[in-house]
Structure formats: structure tokens, C-alpha cells
């Protein structure tokens, strides 16, 4: 933990809903997240813990309380600046349809660098693609993918503006094991081999073993933050937290 | 089931509001149409009855063929007055004038223009057959007195005693206003402007000394008029026409209503492709619709719904759009007969007008044409939508699944293009005339329409790299989606930019035949008019008084040798149709007018005289006649003559008629003395120009109808009417064109629907509200531009294959390449302006529920 953090969020309040309807969905949430680790967000459907990961990309407004990332303040911006931001300093992985069906793999890799009208750099595009797999599958569209290589074409897309976050929601949720393990790895190494921060919202125990460090929401809190261990003693973890 | 359908209908509310309004404003165009034609019909009816009002039986010369150019039949003689009194059964015969004139404005300009409503010379009635009841003052009854219709008094504030300056066959004389009338309750007659004279100074400035133009007679108490229209007849010989004034007035009033028809068509047609347009984009919006609610309907199934029930509930909604938009189309139309009234008077033809006339048949047309379309469109969907299996659309991104059609779409476009060209083909070539031609032609274009829509799924991918090429270049990322999206269905992108293509090709159609005719006349004049001046009638197709050429030959200097070219129409035996017959002065034609001569030389003009006659070569082809043969012809004036063809001419835009005959044959036979036009040549030195207005103005002080002018502003003038009539189409196919936007308004919105998600993730990976905006527009300006290629295209073709029967008359084809890119551009700025609000929809898309949204 002597790493010094490249997000951090103090007091973060989120309510939906007005009056007696409304729910907490954020109750007080201050939290830190260390420069080129690999952080887990977890906890129990409903606990807050993907309503935090929006808050902390920007895309998602807190009801009171901030976000700073890479010494900026989220909440100084306006949609024009977050939107600058997000393209610029964040890479994004989703559960769910994370690919646009018009683009071929490569250009869905390089979409971020081609809405700031940049090029990519070819040599670090190339090992990428490399990294992640898909150097024969480079022109092929997402229909012709299968749900492993779609998500490592995620991965490759975020990694590729070499961004100060990625943040990656559930990005095993919708995989069976085997790729959900090849996506796992490959965001571990980012980690390890270009120092990148990885900041990844999960349920599943055996995602979250991979982390350097878990943070445990419930009910819009954080009740534990704590290096990860092994996929079991995630688990006793959990069990502990309930 | 239909319940769901409708309950689906209010939740989709922009959807549904756009689709339902091509057939809105197609149904308001067709309901516009009859009731300004109604209320004008309904005005005439009045109007005739009026004049007519006492007349028991009238007399009138007889027509002796039906003719496009609304000629008045020949005045008969003074003397049948008497011949008529003497009849048993007749209380009191009165003889009269009624005839085109000129009844100069405070400005010295015939009332409502030369295109305007029309100027009277009538002759003052005595009672009981007088229309005219006084306002002020008394009926004229001296020489130099007139009274006047109180519409056409009160625009020109005149009063008692106020001077009018009015002409007929000669020059405008002054009159002094002595009373001012009504017709009944009318002020006026439907905008025309009226001068009542004693029949003596009419018969004089109508050049029909001795002469009458009709009879009205009064039967004695208890004697029937219908049976004393055949004593009448009895009496008088075979050149009249005896009716009862009731049947007179019906007549005449359908004989103006006829004369209008031509509008009521024309309108339809503009009415009927709106509809057409607006067919297209009703089946891609039910195409769509029925797509995104596979999963609903597979539900639906799954619980229980018959195929029978899904095609009921889409064809339901069908039902009920169509029917709703229809009501509120005939609602819309009412106010736009207000907006044609206004649309004529802007291009210089002021109609009449009246109470609205709203007759159940315009109810039940716009009704059942709207409602039928709208069902009619939406069939093929519905079908579709009976395709959906249970359970099986239940599953995540589940597809409509492809009709039995779409494998032969190809092909089957393929078929019906090559129909339709053959249609149009059948129609040019084999067709003589009238709906043996257009019939063909109309179904023709509407088979090559659809067939090329089918067809062109296949062209969009083509298209849109072309055009796509620049925006991918200019707004990189956000250019490239836009092509993606574009092509991604193709049949969608297909058959919404056909609806735009229906109205380019219409537009770009127009636009090629009205340079081509610019093309034709302009050339004609260039190679064959040698003048230096010319003068003709303002409104360019009416006669004037021979004694306009005869004033300036002998007091403007300058002018030289002259030749007048007058114009009448004939029946020819054995053979369809009735031809234009020009006369020519066969001493002079060639010094002011080279004859394009096909067979003969000016040395044939020497032999023009008598009996002979020159033919067009088209006129000769299509009519299997040649040089040396007869032709037996019957004139307006109903006289029979037997003509040798002596030579042919190429008839450069008809500016001989189809036959030549001297002028003092056409005296003759046709009983024509007044001028179609007449050209000077100019004396060596002279200046065109100072000539001209030298000429001009003593034509203002005489002959107001008539204008001089020099050769290249007799070209502008003779090409005047092309760029009027080419604005009117203009603004009538922009309601196709409007509506075909409209289609790609509803496309684009409903593709962002379908493609919420993805935007979500743009947004979310960094792309700016602006750059989603730019990705909707360059896909509406694709799609646009595809719309206006293709459409381009099939104009320049109908263009091309509809002129080829008229190149034998000297057409031209031009090809107005600035105008055509011009289009182009609008059509791509429409695509622009298309976009706005559903480009504004998707950058409003919050990014969380975009990328949370199933």
C-alpha cells in the first residue's frame, strides 16, 4: 500500500429516487485505489458496488462528495471535459456488448485513439494484438468472434491509449470459465508488465483472487478493504462480510 | 390484439406521427384539389345561369370540330334576327356581341395582366335578357359610352364619368363610364372585367359590322322552350347551334370547365406520387417497427396468438393509421385549396372563387385512397410479422426472419425494371395519341420506380462508399460509422432512399425536358427567324389585330420588310387529330423567316398560293402523306377545301403548325385575318433596340396586348413560360420530396432505437456529443445522396427516352449539368436538415441507460 493513488473518492453519497422511495445507493463511500495495481470492487447484488465504478469513470454524478483522478476533480468538469476524460484516461470493459458489429476487431481496438483523431502506434498495436491473441483475427468482425475473443478485443481497446484506469464491470459475467480465466490473466499482466491501474467491479471470487487488493461494499459502504488472497479465502471473505 | 397494436401505437408516438404523415399530406393534396375545382366549377355554374337568366332559347354559331385552341367559332349574320322573330312561339329575339377585348387599368395595362382573367366586349341587352342590374347609373345608349362589372369598377376605383380605354379588333378607344352593374347577387364574373357597349359600337370594335355572335330569345307565354328550340333551328340555317338558354348555360359553363380540367389532373398526379412516396416510407416504418417487436410478437405467439391474430393486429393498426390520416388529410385540405388558389394567382393565373365546395365524393376518395395506400404498404410487413416462430424470437437478439421473397428480390426488381422500361417503350413508339400514351408511361414509370427500388439493395453498398468517401476523410471515425451504418441493412437504406429517389427523378426529369425545350426554341429562332423585330401578343398566344403590324410598318423608321404568320386549326380527312394550319405570306416569309425545308426551296414559296399547301415532315410521317397527294380539309369556320401538298418542312418547335397554307388562303377558307406574329426585318444602319422602342410605344398607345420586341428578347420571351411552368412543378413535387424526408426522419430514429447500446458505448469510451451527432447526419446525408444518385439517374433516363418522339420536331436534349449538381447539394443539405432531431436524440442519450438498455 505505499503506492500513491491515482483515484481517490472521499464521502461519496449516492441517492436515486426522492423522498420516501429513495435509496442510498452510496452511503458514504470514501475509498483509494493505488497506482498500477489491480484493484477488485466487490459485493452482494444491490451493494453499490457498480453505482461506485460509474461514479469513479465519470460516468455517473455523485449526489455529494468527490472524485479525484490523476489529480483532477470529476466533479469541476462538465460532460464536454468528462467526456475528454474518459476517452483520454480511461479504457472501459463491459459485461455486455462491448464491441461495436459495424467495426472489425482491429477497429474496434483503435476506436478511442480514432475518436481523438489519433493514430495508433503501430508497434505497440501490434503487440497488443499480439498479447491478447487476436493477431489472425485482426479483420474479423465481432459476429465472427467468439464471446472469449470479443472480450480480449476489449482488452486490447482499453489498454491501447494506455490509459491512467481501466475499468472493467463484470468483465468475466457473461464468459465460461476457461475465457472468463484468459481475460482474467491478461488484465493481471497489464498489471504486472506495463504498471497499468486496473480497477475491476466483480461478484464472482474466483475474478477477484486475481487482485492485488478487494475492496467490500455492502448496502453503499465499504466494509473491508484488504490485500487478496486466495480464491477461498475470497470466499470466507464474503461469507464473513454477509 | 389489436388493442396491443394500438397501445404500441400511442407508445411510439413520433413514430407514429411521422409515418402517418406521408399519407396526411398526400390525402390533403388529393381533398385540396377537388374542392378548389369543385368551388370553381360550382362558381361558373352560378355565373352562366346569371347571364343566361331570361333567355328562353338561345342561338349561336356552330362549332364544327372540337379544338385545343378554344377558337370562336365565326359571327353569323345580322339577318337571322328577323328570320328568328318570325318564327310562331317567339315573343322577342335580340342579337348580340360577346367577345374577347382589352380593357386597359389606370396604367395603361389590360386588366389582370396578359395571363390574368380574361377582358369582355359585350353588347348592352334589353329586357327581359339583361344580366346587369345598376348600381349606379344606366346601360350605355349612346356611341362612347360604357358601363362596367362592379368587381372590376371598385379595383380600379372607377366611378360615373371615369374614362376607360378599350379595344377589340383595332386600336383602343376611349369610353366613358356611364353605369355600374351587378350580375344578380355577383359583383362580377369569376374576375373576368366587362365593358357593355350598344351592339353598334361592340359590332364595330369587334370588327362584326352586320355581324352577331349569338341570339337570345324570349318565348311567347304558354309555348315550352325546348319546343321552340327545333322551329328555330327550322329557320336558320345550318351554321348555328339553337339550345335552351338553360341548356346554353350549361354548356358554356362546362365548356369553361373543361378548359380547367387539365389542372384537376395535373394536381392529382402531384397528389397521387406524394402518395406514392409516402407508400414506401409506410412500409419501412411497419418493416422496422415489426422488426424491433419480433421478441413482442414471438411472446404473443408463444401464449397463444394465431398467425391469423398477428396479421390482424399489424394490418389493424394499419386500419386505423390509414384511416386517421386520411381524416385529418381531407381537414388539411380545405386549408390548402386556400394555398393552390394562392399558388395559381402567384404564377398569374387568378381562378375564381367562391364559398368552399366540399362534395361527398372528395370525402370519399381522400378517405378511402388514404386508408388503402396506408393497408396496401403495410402488407408486406404484416405477412412477415405471421413468420415469427414461438419461443424462438423469445431469445436474446433474435431476428425477423427473412420473407420467402427477399432470396428472388434481385432478380424480380430486375424483371419489373425491365417491364416498366418496356411499358414506357410501348407507350412512346406504338402509342398515336392520348391515353394509349400515357397510360403506358404512367404504369411504365411507376414499374421502373419499384423495380429499381427492389433492385438497388444491391447499389447501396456501391453508392455509399462513393459518397461516404469524403465524410470519412472530414469527420474520420464518426464518417466511417456513418457509411458502416448506412450499409447495414441495405434493403432499409434501399427502400427509404428510393422515397427520395421517386421525387429526384420527378425534379431532375423536369429539369433536363425544360432545357431541352429552352435548347429546341432557343436553336429554332437562331437558325430560322432573320427579323430583327417582332410582335406578337402579350400572353404569346393569342391573335392580335393586323392592323398592329400594318401601324408600325408605316410609322416606326427602321423597320423593313415585314411578314405576318396568323394560325388556325383544321380537320383533315381520314386521318386523327386536328393540326395546327399557319398562314404565311409566301412574298415576304423568306426575307424575315428561313423555312427549314425538307422537300422544296423558297422557290416552292412562289408556288404557296391558292389551293396548295406545305406540310411538316412529322405531321406528313405520322400521317402516311407525301408530296403530290391531297388533303381534304374541313376549317373552324366550316369550310371544306381539298389542298395539293407541294413541299415538306422540318417542323423546328412548331413554329409553322403542322400545315402552311397562305395567308389569303387562310382568309379564305379559314375566315383568319388577325396576326399570330409578325416580324420585321430592319432597314441596313437601323439600331434593334431604338427600333423596338419606338415600336413599343406606339403599340402601348393602341394595341396594348401586343409587344415588340427584338430577336434575342422575342427568344427570351418565347422561353418565358418554361422557367413559370418548371417553378410550378417544383413546388408541387417538393411535397414528394418533403415527405420522402420524413422517411428518412423516421429511419434514422428509428435506428437509433435499435442502436441504443452502441451509441451508450461510444459515448462511454469517449466520444463526443458532437461526434454522435455528425455519425446520424453523414448517415441521413448518405442515405440522401443515394436517394438523389439513383434518382438523378432514372430522370436523366425518362428525360432521354420520353423526348426521343419529339426529336423529329427539332427537341434538343440539354443536359443543365450546374442545376443537376445543384440538386445534388440540396439533396444533401435536405439529408442535413433531416438529421437534426434525430441526431439531437442520440447525443441526448444517457450513457448509463443506453448501456443498461435490452
Redesign the interface.
Known amino acids: 500500500m505505499n503506492a500513491p493513488l491515482i483515484v481517490s473518492a472521499v464521502d461519496l453519497h449516492r441517492r436515486y429516487g426522492e423522498g420516501d422511495a429513495a435509496v442510498e445507493a452510496l452511503d458514504g463511500v470514501t475509498v483509494g485505489f493505488p497506482k498500477g495495481r489491480f484493484t477488485a470492487i466487490m459485493g452482494p447484488s444491490g451493494s453499490g458496488k457498480s453505482t461506485l465504478m460509474h461514479i469513479l469513470a465519470g460516468l455517473d454524478r455523485p449526489t455529494a462528495g468527490s472524485v479525484v483522478v490523476d489529480d483532477v476533480e470529476l466533479g469541476s468538469l462538465d460532460d464536454k471535459k468528462l467526456t475528454q476524460l474518459r476517452r483520454d484516461k480511461f479504457g472501459f470493459i463491459f459485461q455486455f456488448f462491448n464491441l461495436l458489429p459495424v467495426l472489425s476487431a482491429e477497429e474496434n481496438i483503435t476506436l478511442p485513439l480514432k475518436i481523438a483523431g489519433k493514430k495508433p502506434e503501430k508497434a505497440w498495436l501490434d503487440e497488443l494484438i499480439e498479447a491478447v491473441g487476436l493477431s489472425d483475427r485482426r479483420d474479423h468482425r465481432p459476429s465472427q468472434l467468439s464471446g472469449g475473443q470479443q472480450q480480449r478485443v476489449a482488452v486490447a481497446r482499453a489498454l491501447l491509449t494506455k490509459p491512467a484506469v481501466v475499468f472493467a464491470d463484470e468483465p468475466t459475467g457473461n464468459l465460461d470459465s476457461k475465457a472468463g480465466d484468459e481475460v482474467l490473466q491478461m488484465l493481471r499482466r497489464a498489471a504486472d508488465e506495463y504498471g497499468q491501474t486496473v480497477i475491476m467491479v466483480t461478484h464472482d471470487p474466483h475474478a477477484a483472487a486475481v487482485a492485488d487488493h478487494i475492496v467490500v461494499l455492502v448496502d453503499g459502504k465499504v466494509v473491508r478493504e484488504t490485500p487478496a488472497g486466495e480464491a477461498d479465502e475470497v470466499v470466507e471473505l464474503m461469507k464473513a462480510v454477509a | 390484439m389489436l388493442a396491443v397494436s394500438l397501445k404500441g401505437m400511442a407508445g411510439r408516438k413520433l413514430r407514429t406521427v411521422l409515418t402517418a404523415l406521408a399519407v396526411v399530406l398526400g390525402v390533403a393534396l388529393i381533398a385540396g384539389t377537388y374542392i378548389l375545382t369543385d368551388t370553381i366549377d360550382r362558381q361558373f355554374d352560378q355565373i352562366f345561369a346569371q347571364v343566361r337568366q331570361g333567355v328562353d332559347v338561345s342561338v349561336t354559331p356552330k362549332k364544327v370540330f372540337n379544338s385545343d385552341n378554344n377558337a370562336n367559332p365565326p359571327a353569323f349574320a345580322a339577318s337571322y334576327v328577323s328570320q328568328v322573330q318570325s318564327v310562331p312561339g317567339v315573343q322577342k329575339a335580340s342579337g348580340g356581341i360577346f367577345d374577347n377585348g382589352v380593357i386597359l387599368d389606370n396604367k395603361g395595362k389590360k386588366i389582370g395582366g396578359s395571363n390574368g382573367a380574361p377582358n369582355f366586349i359585350s353588347s348592352d341587352a334589353p329586357a327581359p335578357f339583361n344580366p346587369f342590374q345598376y348600381v349606379t347609373g344606366h346601360g350605355p345608349t349612346a356611341p362612347g359610352e360604357i358601363s362596367i362589372d362592379k368587381y372590376t369598377a371598385d379595383k380600379q376605383h372607377w366611378k360615373i364619368g371615369s374614362i376607360v380605354r378599350v379595344g377589340g379588333q383595332g386600336p383602343v378607344q376611349p369610353f366613358k363610364v356611364v353605369g355600374i352593374a351587378k350580375f344578380g347577387k355577383l359583383n362580377g364574373l369569376a374576375g373576368a372585367a366587362i365593358a357593355v357597349m350598344t351592339l353598334d359600337e361592340a359590332q364595330k370594335l369587334t370588327n362584326k359590322v352586320g355581324k352577331l355572335d349569338g341570339i337570345d330569345i324570349q318565348a311567347v307565354k304558354g309555348v315550352k322552350p325546348a319546343a321552340l328550340v327545333p322551329r328555330v333551328q327550322r329557320a336558320l340555317p345550318a351554321n348555328v347551334t339553337v339550345r335552351t338558354g338553360a341548356e346554353q348555360a350549361a354548356k358554356d359553363s362546362s365548356d369553361t370547365k373543361s378548359g380547367l380540367s387539365f389542372l384537376k389532373t395535373i394536381l392529382l398526379v402531384f397528389a397521387g406520387v406524394s402518395l406514392f412516396v409516402g407508400a414506401f416510407m409506410i412500409f419501412n416504418s411497419f418493416s422496422i417497427t415489426i422488426a424491433q417487436r419480433t421478441r413482442e410478437l414471438s411472446m404473443l405467439r408463444t401464449v397463444g396468438a394465431s398467425r391469423r391474430q398477428v396479421l390482424g393486429s399489424v394490418l389493424g393498426e394499419a386500419l386505423v393509421m390509414g384511416f386517421v390520416a386520411s381524416v385529418i388529410g381531407l381537414g388539411i385540405g380545405i386549408g390548402l385549396a386556400k394555398g393552390l388558389k394562392a399558388l395559381f394567382k402567384a404564377i398569374g393565373a387568378d381562378l375564381p372563387g367562391g364559398s368552399t365546395v366540399l362534395e361527398t365524393r372528395t370525402i370519399i376518395v381522400s378517405l378511402i385512397v388514404g386508408t388503402l395506400v396506408t393497408l396496401v404498404a403495410s402488407l408486406s410487413p404484416a405477412v412477415r410479422a405471421t413468420r415469427i416462430e414461438p419461443i424462438e424470437g423469445v431469445r436474446e437478439g433474435a431476428v425477423l426472419p427473412k420473407s420467402r421473397f427477399s432470396r428472388i428480390k434481385t432478380p424480380f426488381g430486375a424483371v419489373t425494371l425491365a417491364i416498366g422500361v418496356g411499358l414506357m417503350c410501348l407507350g412512346l413508339l406504338t402509342g398515336s395519341s392520348g391515353s394509349a400514351v400515357w397510360l403506358p408511361l404512367l404504369f411504365g414509370t411507376v414499374f421502373v420506380f419499384i423495380g429499381t427500388a427492389m433492385f438497388s439493395s444491391r447499389l447501396v453498398k456501391p453508392i455509399a462508399s462513393v459518397v461516404g468517401a469524403p465524410m470519412e476523410r472530414i469527420g474520420?471515425?464518426s464518417g466511417?460509422?456513418a457509411r458502416?451504418?448506412a450499409t447495414?441493412n441495405t434493403g432499409r437504406t434501399a427502400s427509404t432512399a428510393a422515397a427520395l429517389m421517386i421525387g429526384l427523378a420527378l425534379v431532375t426529369g423536369v429539369t433536363i425536358f425544360a432545357a431541352g425545350i429552352k435548347k429546341s426554341v432557343d436553336s429554332a429562332i437562331d437558325n430560322s427567324v432573320k427579323a430583327g423585330l417582332v410582335v406578337e401578343n402579350k400572353d404569346g398566344w393569342t391573335s392580335i389585330p393586323a392592323s398592329a403590324g400594318k401601324a408600325i410598318s408605316a410609322q416606326v423608321p427602321g423597320v423593313g420588310a415585314s411578314s405576318a404568320i396568323r394560325l388556325s386549326q383544321a380537320k383533315v380527312a381520314g386521318v386523327s387529330g386536328t393540326p395546327d394550319v399557319s398562314g404565311v405570306d409566301p412574298a415576304t416569309l423568306s426575307s424575315v423567316y428561313q423555312v427549314d425545308w425538307k422537300k422544296g426551296s423558297n422557290a416552292t414559296l412562289q408556288r404557296l398560293n391558292g389551293n396548295n399547301v406545305i406540310v411538316s415532315e412529322s405531321w406528313a410521317k405520322s400521317k402516311d402523306k407525301k408530296v403530290g397527294q391531297q388533303v381534304n380539309v374541313t376549317t373552324q369556320s366550316g369550310n371544306h377545301a381539298t389542298y395539293t401538298i407541294i413541299g415538306t418542312f422540318k417542323n423546328n418547335v412548331h413554329f409553322l403548325g403542322d400545315l402552311a397554307v397562305s395567308n389569303a388562303t387562310l382568309a379564305r377558307d379559314f375566315k383568319i385575318n388577325e396576326d399570330q406574329f409578325v416580324m420585321f426585318g430592319l432597314k441596313p444602319g437601323a439600331n434593334a433596340d431604338q427600333v423596338k422602342t419606338q415600336a413599343s410605344a406606339l403599340l402601348a398607345k393602341d394595341f396594348p396586348n401586343a409587344e415588340a420586341d427584338t430577336k434575342s428578347g422575342f427568344k427570351k420571351t418565347q422561353t418565358q413560360w418554361i422557367g413559370q411552368i418548371t417553378a410550378f412543378f417544383y413546388v408541387l413535387l417538393s411535397l414528394a420530396v418533403i415527405v420522402s424526408l420524413f422517411g428518412i426522419v423516421n429511419t434514422l430514429v428509428l435506428a437509433i432505437y435499435e442502436r441504443t447500446?452502441?451509441l451508450g458505448?461510444?459515448?462511454?469510451?469517449?466520444?463526443?456529443?458532437r461526434?454522435v451527432r455528425r455519425i446520424v447526419r453523414y448517415e441521413s446525408v448518405i442515405t440522401a445522396l443515394i436517394g438523389a444518385v439513383l434518382g438523378t439517374v432514372l430522370g436523366v433516363f425518362f428525360a432521354v427516352i420520353i423526348s426521343r418522339p419529339l426529336a423529329g420536331e427539332g427537341f434538343q436534349l440539354s443536359f443543365p449539368v450546374g442545376t443537376l449538381v445543384i440538386l445534388l447539394i440540396l439533396a444533401g443539405l435536405a439529408g442535413v436538415l433531416a438529421a437534426i432531431t434525430p441526431a439531437r436524440r442520440a447525443s441526448k442519450l444517457n450513457?448509463?441507460e443506453a448501456?443498461a438498455y435490452e
Open positions: 474520420g471515425v466511417q460509422l458502416e451504418n447495414r447500446r452502441e458505448l461510444l459515448r462511454a469510451v469517449g466520444m463526443s456529443k461526434q450513457v448509463l448501456l
